[in-house]
Nanobody
């Protein structure tokens, strides 16, 4: 099994910054990509940012220029640096890992439990 654990959420004032971390562990042969998604109350889950094993990144238009995704491949960990936060960034942020399982050698993906980010004065 693969576990994905997020950390770093919290309450921050508009214009402030937060850094989220996500670590994947377990029966991982290799990771294809990891990413951050978010879900606000009453809304569907949406992509925030992703990063591939080759380092290619993709961002939602709403966060471009404010959020930065990075990774530590040796630790199967990704980070999301969030700057210039806005109230509309308030959501539960989920991490996803797409990987090849070391036991079955099949491709799969796993989600974390989510971490709350609240932007409010």
């Amino acid at each position: 099994q693969v576990q994905v654990v997020e950390s770093g959420g919290g309450l921050v004032q508009p214009g402030g910054s937060l850094r989220l971390s996500c670590a994947a562990s377990g029966s991982i042969f290799s990771i294809y990509a990891m990413g951050w998604y978010r879900q606000a109350p009453g809304k569907q889950r949406e992509l925030v940012a992703t990063i591939t094993s080759g380092g290619s990144t993709n961002y939602a238009d709403s966060v471009k220029g404010r959020f930065t995704i990075s990774r530590d491949s040796a630790k199967n960990t990704v980070y999301l640096q969030m700057n210039s936060l806005k109230p509309e960034d308030t959501a539960v942020y989920y991490c996803n890992a797409a990987f090849r399982d070391s036991t079955s050698y099949k491709s799969a993906d796993s989600w974390g439990q989510g971490t709350q980010v609240t932007v409010s004065s």
